[in-house]
């Protein structure tokens, strides 16, 4: 696959994670203040089971925007390649997961991610356990 396509089907599986995500947000809140076409209150059930439910979507919405962040989306995509950027393109070197999540071959994670930041503009950032999720557990936002 070329290089364009790759990234368009990144976007693409993106804005599709968005989409589930957002209907899923919407069906917990739909079942929150909607039961058989009456509010939790109307049906007898504890207003303060409804006002936990209101606070839990709440909460999840800002866990949300951090997962669908580019820091976490980055290093959890729905391939085998890391993006990069805030734009989340794929990452110039073109390196792969690998079975740990540390790279294939020559492009392990560790050879340009050192213990530390390397110095200079636009150099790659360091961090000793720099690496993707492993192939078994990618957790894909």
Same mark, same amino acid.
């Given at each position: 696959?070329?290089?364009s396509q790759l990234e368009k089907q @990144?976007?693409?599986?993106k804005l599709k994670a968005i989409i589930v995500m957002g209907m899923?947000?919407?069906i917990v809140a739909l079942m929150?203040?909607?039961t058989d076409g009456k509010s939790p209150a109307a049906n007898g059930k504890d207003t303060a089971a409804a006002i936990d439910s209101i606070a839990s979507l709440r909460a999840?919405?800002?866990v949300y925007k951090v997962l669908m962040s580019p820091r976490c989306m980055n290093c959890h995509p729905a391939g085998d390649v890391p993006l990069q950027g805030d734009a989340s393109n794929l990452h110039t070197m073109f390196p792969k997961r690998g079975?740990? @999540?540390k790279g294939i071959y020559a492009m392990k994670c560790s050879n340009c991610h050192q213990p530390t930041n390397t110095p200079g503009v636009h150099t790659p950032p360091g961090n000793p356990e720099w690496h993707l999720p492993p192939a078994n557990m990618k957790?894909?936002?």
């Open positions: 696959m070329r290089r @990144g976007r693409n599986l899923l947000i919407s929150s203040y909607v999840f919405q800002d079975v740990d @999540g957790m894909v936002f």
